[in-house]
């Protein structure tokens, strides 16, 4: 049991958070990854720990992607939210690029959810893999990579998903994905999901 | 159309946020509304408007409670999340139980989700009505509400529904009650929502 609790708490996760970000896919998934046991650090992709997301939630921020990402830091996942704008941050930041490749060469999971797989394809990670999207992105993905549309797709370390209303589906799979389907269930057993999930 | 859309930004949402509250359920709700076109303040019951949430999520709320419920304001929903620790601040809060009498005597929409309805009993809101909460709290409820375990109930101008899995359903039926089925369809339109729903 200690050593089960150990093993639990050292998985940690990074989820990006840029101006813009749709609030309830990063907070969705947040949440859940924090009821998992899973240490997650929401990090600003700025240096105003104040994130204005797409519908106007502001959230505090736990550090700047700088800080949270100094060398002797790792993830074992990186959390990609979408909404257009944040996701288009994302695909802009240089530094953030140097992340996701980091964590593609180290084999470690990234997930991104809605408009988020735009970063995916603009740091070229994941190249060939079989992904999905929010509908609205898709035609800039699909030469890319293998474009599915499945609610949540897991190819390897990587790990799509589509919107708002697949977030909690797609939070569920990081967990499963990194402590498996007991983990999981015990995340659900609360939370009255709908009894088709 | 203009009178349509004038009609549409006319309504206002008050979301209560107090320290614990269970932060999908209160980002779901805000942002679902506000993708209607509500015009939705987020409020902060403390003097503090960076508000720690059930999950360590630090959202910054709109104006204070104080600030937001002043003689002249009113609301067509005032909306109740979850979360044990922000439930009992709001089944507590004298300020907050007077927002909600008033609310009840202007027969306006009171929505409460999760362990939200324990601050329906606490102010003596909808005595009798039909509702629903987490199944955790339906002990405290079962006396003075016929309690329904359905998702999500509407009975006259009391919405109540469960947990962060019916959160996203219940976000839709505030938007249904104050809109419209049209509304609500349109907003469904791009997130992507599970196919049963
Ligand atoms: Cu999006």
Known sequence: MAAAA???????????LAP???????????????????????????TDLLVPCSRQVV???DATLEDSTRKEQHY????????????KALADSRAFGEVLKEQ??????????????????????????EITS????????HETYKYSE???????????????GTAMEFALAIVQHLLGDEERNKVTAPMVLHPSL
């Open 20 to 46: 813009g970000a749709e609030e309830m896919e990063a907070v969705i998934t947040i949440d859940v990854l924090r009821r998992a046991g899973i240490e997650t650090v929401v990090a600003s992709t700025t």
């Open 134 to 141: 929010h509908p609205s992105v898709r035609d800039k993905l």
């Open 76 to 87: 074992d996942v990186v959390v990609i939210p979408g909404g257009l704008n944040g996701a």
């Open 59 to 61: 959230i505090k921020a």
């Open 150 to 164: 499945h609610r949540v797709v897991t190819d390897g370390q990587l790990i799509t998903s589509r919107g708002p």
């Open 6 to 16: 150990a093993a639990r708490h050292a998985k940690r996760a990074l989820v990006a």
């Open 104 to 129: 593609e060469r180290s084999n470690r999971t990234i997930a991104a959810i809605c408009a988020g797989p735009i970063a995916l394809l603009s740091h070229q990670i994941g190249v060939g893999k």
